[in-house]
């Protein structure tokens, strides 16, 4: 397991990035699953501004992650979780 994504991701995105966390229900809207190819199918760019900057229920997490090179190590963490 990604240190950074048990840390900070799994309790809204899951243990394995199917948006099934524990805190997921509480959300307005639903967490990103990244099995499905829909999500795959965006740029690492995307998926590294939307982890960086944030968006609806998803937080910005460039104070929780500063280093710029932990939030591409989850981006290609992302990567490995597709079906």
Not at 4 to 18: A, E, F, Y
Request: proline share 4%; with cysteine; charged share 30%.
């Amino acid at each position: 397991d990604n240190e950074l994504w048990v840390k900070h991701c799994q309790s809204c995105h899951g243990k394995t990035g199917k948006g099934d966390g524990t805190k997921a229900a509480q959300l307005k809207t639903e967490p990103c699953d990244f099995t499905k190819a829909t999500t795959q199918s965006q740029s690492n760019g995307s998926l590294f501004y939307k982890s960086s900057q944030g968006r609806g229920d998803m937080p910005s997490f460039k104070k929780k992650i500063p280093e710029n090179d932990d939030i591409w190590s989850l981006v290609n963490y992302m990567r490995t979780m597709k079906k």
